[in-house]
């Protein structure tokens, strides 16, 4: 997990079987972000100011620097145990990584605002960022491969001949996913305050729709991880500062048995929208752990009869 200590101190911690916990890796005490990630058999580190991912192929112990000064990645996937994907968030670059080495090294594979000159431009005359200043999250079912964009031009492209061509399969760039155990559903989270729900797509109509909006129940929206764990789906939504001066979201843990009907776990708020707030997930230890403002609980993954006794949001037209 990745830890800003109280003297400041970027690092990773490792929580081992026995329930101890210790830091792994030390980073720097300048201000940014961190994320960490496991792919593959490997483990990855990800750290602004300066850029560098590094790797890990002994849980932690020793690591190597893989990519530097190029930025970091949202997201990290494996098609294989060789063949991974990053997709880069970078100011004003939206460019797919590739990694044909277990992610060892990284080259750039597909550049979308390449792909999509159209949105290769500022937002405004004053305004330096493009319309598409980077990527968001990455999905490979086993035969297509799904590519969320931010922040302005914000779609879902997917492509089904290894990313020669790209349709859009929404009109909102997602920042995480769950996909049914069958492989015919794929849940989409979104990353806006007031606009899009959680989607759910069919993969072989290729149809989109959204049958949870966080806004309908004064929710926030960014939703930046979502688990499948025993047919269960958890997705944790948080807010973050912005510009709308009268939402003051709620945010919190929720569950779905079936991706469409969803209950709240934990909920907290309103509060107000210049508060940021954050929450992630992750599964391990036969247990699902669960980030909330710097602070790390677990709980055991729920039951599908844990859904007979409690009560959904309330269903949408």
């Known amino acids: 997990m990745a830890v800003q200590e109280d003297d400041g101190l970027r690092s990773i911690w490792k929580r081992t079987e026995d329930g101890a916990v210790k830091r792994v890796f030390p980073a720097n005490r300048l201000p940014g972000d961190m994320f960490v990630s496991g792919v593959g058999g490997s483990i990855f580190i990800e750290q602004t100011n300066p850029a560098r991912v590094y790797r890990s192929t ?50 750039q594979w597909k550049d979308f605002q390449k792909l999509f000159p159209q949105y290769a431009v500022r937002y405004a005359t004053a305004d330096d960022r493009f319309l598409m200043r980077h990527l968001h999250a990455v999905l490979f079912d086993g035969k297509t491969m799904y590519v969320g964009t931010g922040d302005n031009a914000r779609f879902t492209f997917a492509s089904s001949d290894k990313g020669e061509h790209w349709n859009k399969v929404w009109d909102e760039g997602f920042t995480s996913a769950a996909t049914s155990a069958d492989g015919k559903k794929i849940l989409f989270g979104p990353d806006k305050l007031k606009t899009h729900g959680v989607a759910l797509y069919d993969v072989d109509k290729q149809t989109v729709t959204e049958p949870w909006r966080p806004s309908v129940f004064g929710y926030a929206g960014y939703t930046y991880s979502m688990l499948r764990v025993n047919d269960v789906y958890y997705m944790a939504m948080h807010t973050e500062a912005n510009e709308v001066s009268d939402y003051h979201p709620k945010y919190g843990l929720l569950a779905s048995p079936d991706g469409v009907r969803w209950y709240a ?32 609980y677990a709980f055991d993954p729920l039951q599908k009869g844990w859904f007979d006794t409690h009560a959904a949001f309330s269903v949408q037209s």
């Open 265 to 296: 776990l934990v909920e907290y708020g309103p509060i107000s929208n210049t508060l940021g707030s954050t929450m992630y997930l992750a599964e391990g230890q036969g247990l699902i752990f669960v980030a909330v403002d710097g602070k790390l």
């Open 58 to 107: 002994d849980d932690g112990e020793t690591w190597n620097l893989a990519l530097r000064d190029e930025g970091v990645f949202w997201k990290i996937i494996g098609q294989d145990a060789k063949n991974l994907y990053g997709t880069l968030w970078e100011y004003n670059t939206a460019v797919l990584y590739r990694s044909t080495d277990g992610g060892k090294s990284w080259e």
